[in-house]
């Protein structure tokens, strides 16, 4: 049983030092002799752990009920049982990557602290006018569009007198009198968070900091963060919506970060310990807490690493990823083993800027309901059946159809070895509501309906690909096609065929693939400057000299926080674009032969040519941001094991299945029974504990040496 532990502040985040609270450090270190890691991922439904052994290479994996209400109490049971699984003492575990959607759940749901904006006089509505000339709306040509909740009710948009110029020169000095009545006006509320932003505060922070400071002296029991800490950039709506967002996260994760150590050590984990952020890479729990922004797409982030570290064992220069969950499928790409990242997103119509992988969703996930429209067409989402009820064929009380039913109908999946065995389906039910919902409206049998649906998925999907890669100016056939997430190997093959890609990769435990991630995963660490300068009119010296103070502030933090900066590799980057244009192309600094700003510039028009199909030669090139990725490894670089070599086990059983319009029977094997090198040709099904995938006539699966399931597809 586990015992609930009294909240308990992170004591060593930026907001308790300056409150005089030394930073504690001695639970998070690295002991000799400790060769296990555990990864765990915690989504809206399951909390999935996975267990790797260093030195053998055996992986361990369990699932376990997330528990929204306190989420501690589910993690802390996916640790032990874990433990309990693969026979380790807590002691012998030397390594714990951390990934949750919490974050990210908070937003939409509208859960996070109470929050007061403190900013500009006569910029309090900025939250909430937005930037209304963008695509900053969910739908841009509803007319009975309802504009979003602001992030802070206006009874909380607080305003001080303070004025910069555009440069940075101070106009009006900040009135100190004034923000000093603003917290003693909080200080009489129940908000729990402050966000500070001012009018060019990215050029100067000069007042941002001497508010901060006042504030935490006067509120030492508030989390505060200023704009110039989240996001030092330009355009004000941008960056106080990605201030708040950070501001509403930071109690309510702090507290998590607190209570999750502290359950921890008492059960006698005493290794490193480091969270998933949005941009692929680990951070200590220290920097998570004092910048909690970076947690938003955490989870999915960690499949994506998990990705990178098998396309460097394969040799895969370039992957299209597809992870299909429950709720969504969420596209994202590998070029040259790293992953497309992106700097601004939105989130719930929310603005957020923070570094993190360039991930697309639609919802299009194993639980999306279907519905036939008002035209008799066969709709998928947005709306999800969730875990409770679930799909119709959880036996749960669902009552309409969901993608994973249709997939049941059709005999994708099997409803007595779903999960392992562990989760026994009711087909009965899953053939009565696609029956009742879709086959009779549509005037077709029931397998008819099921495999009109499962192509309507597999449409969603595919369009989903095109606009991460031929949208962006890469041919999709020129890349292999990981899946993972639970239902994401039953759609692949079908996806593979649309857009003509001639290669499928599952690898190990692709229903937990994320959580493995946390496990391979580097540390990754941030940083940004604005410099907004045309770059005509600045020198390599310039450029060079905003790098390198960057990098001296990076490898300061690091040496803060007890990161060890031996090894760490640096990667330059600049946002460029051309005048007058509203977005920016991050592009690589490479130091070339000619100079670091004639590489910049031919960098910006080859990545601009490849996205746009045109350069203009006469429009100035203008550098509006220089950033910093600071990584150190971290991550495991070990095999799988597997056994090598042996003849092609026989199959389990079979299972009748409905494709081409008709149903086969296929020979059923056990993906854990096909030893590394023999190969299985379709048409058949390959099962394992989290998913399956059905093979067709002249497709030819393998087992390469890092135990990917690797399926060709003829031309």
Not at 8 to 28: M, Q, T, V, Y
Not at 173 to 198: H, K, M, N, Y
Not at 250 to 261: A, E, F, S
Not at 583 to 590: A, G, K, L, P, R
Request: proline share 5%.
């Amino acid at each position: 049983m586990f015992i609930a532990l009294e909240p308990a502040r992170l004591d060593h985040s930026r907001n308790a030092r300056a409150n005089g609270h030394a930073p504690e450090k001695k639970r998070i270190h690295m002991e000799r002799g400790k060769l296990k890691r555990i990864g765990i991922d915690v989504g809206g439904t399951f909390t999935d752990v996975v267990m790797v052994d260093d030195q053998t290479g055996k992986i361990w994996s369990t699932k376990v009920p997330t528990t929204p209400k306190d989420r501690v109490v589910g993690t802390i049971e996916g640790f032990r049982k874990i433990l309990a699984l693969s026979g380790t003492r807590s002691e012998d575990v030397s390594f714990l990557g951390h990934g949750t959607t919490m974050a990210t759940n908070m937003v939409v749901e509208g859960t996070g602290a109470k929050t007061a904006l403190i900013t500009t006089r006569g910029f309090r509505d900025v939250l909430e006018l937005r930037r209304v000339s963008r695509h900053d709306r969910a739908d841009l040509y509803d007319l009975l569009f309802d504009n979003p909740r602001p992030l802070v009710e206006r009874r909380w948009r607080l305003e001080v007198s303070e004025r910069l110029r555009y440069d940075g020169r101070v106009e009006t000095p900040l009135d100190q009198a004034g923000l000093e009545a603003l917290a003693d006006e909080i200080r009489d509320s129940d908000i729990e968070a402050i966000a500070v932003c001012f009018l060019h505060a990215h050029v100067n922070p000069q007042h941002e900091r001497e508010a901060v400071e006042t504030l935490r002296r006067l509120l030492p029991d508030r989390f505060i963060c200023a704009s110039h800490e989240v996001n030092p950039e330009a355009m004000e709506y941008e960056r106080a919506s990605s201030t708040v967002i950070n501001a509403m996260l930071g109690p309510v994760c702090g507290r998590y970060i607190g209570r999750l150590i502290n359950a921890l050590a008492q059960l006698g984990f005493a290794g490193k310990f480091l969270f998933m952020q949005s941009n692929g890479g680990l951070a200590s729990p220290a920097m998570v807490a004092d910048k909690p922004i970076v947690l938003l797409e955490s989870g999915p982030a960690g499949g994506v690493s998990a990705a990178i570290r098998n396309c460097e064992k394969s040799e895969l220069k370039n992957a299209i990823l597809g992870d299909m969950g429950g709720t969504t499928f969420d596209v994202s790409l590998i070029r040259d083993f790293r992953p497309e990242l992106r700097n601004k997103s939105l989130l719930h119509t929310y603005t957020v800027r923070s570094p993190s992988i360039d991930i697309d969703s639609v919802g299009a996930g194993g639980g999306s309901i279907v519905w036939i429209d008002a035209g008799g067409g066969v709709r998928i989402g947005p709306e999800s059946a969730g875990a409770d009820p679930g799909p119709a064929c959880y036996g749960r009380g669902g009552t309409r159809p969901t993608v994973t039913d249709c997939n049941l109908v059709l005999g994708y999946i099997d409803p007595d070895s779903f999960l392992g065995g562990e989760f026994k389906l009711d087909a009965k039910a899953a053939w009565r509501v696609v029956e009742d919902v879709i086959a009779k409206p549509l005037g077709v049998s029931v397998p008819e309906a099921a495999q009109v649906v499962r192509s309507v998925a597999n449409a969603l999907m595919a369009q989903a690909i095109r606009i991460m890669t031929v949208e962006r100016g890469y041919d999709p056939r020129e890349f292999s096609y990981i899946c993972y997430g639970g239902a994401g190997p039953v759609h692949a093959v079908d996806l593979a065929h649309e857009m003509g890609i001639r290669r499928v990769v599952i690898p190990p435990l692709p229903g937990l693939f994320s959580a493995f991630g946390m496990t391979v995963a580097d540390q990754q660490y941030d940083y940004q400057r604005p410099l907004e300068s045309d770059l005509a009119m600045i020198d390599d010296a310039t450029l060079h000299q905003a790098l390198d103070e960057l990098t001296a502030q990076g490898m300061e933090e690091l040496a803060r926080h007890g990161v060890d900066r031996d090894g760490v590799k640096v990667v330059r980057l600049a946002d460029c674009r051309y005048a007058g244009q509203p977005d920016v192309i991050t592009v690589e600094v490479q130091d070339e032969a000619q100079g670091i700003r004639a590489a910049l510039a031919q960098a910006f028009e080859r990545a601009h040519q490849r996205q746009w199909n045109f350069v203009s030669k006469d429009k100035p090139v203008v550098v509006a941001n220089v950033r910093l990725q600071l990584v150190t490894s971290t991550g495991w670089r070990g095999g799988v094991a597997g056994s090598d070599g042996g003849i092609v086990p026989k199959p389990v059983r079979t299972r009748d299945v409905y494709f081409d319009g008709g149903v086969r029977t296929l020979p059923v094997f056990a993906r854990t029974e096909i030893p590394v090198g023999a190969t299985i040709e379709g048409p058949a099904v390959i099962e394992e504990h989290s998913s399956c995938a059905v093979l067709k006539a002249s497709h030819v699966a393998r087992v390469d040496p890092d135990l990917n399931l690797v399926i060709e597809l003829a031309a």
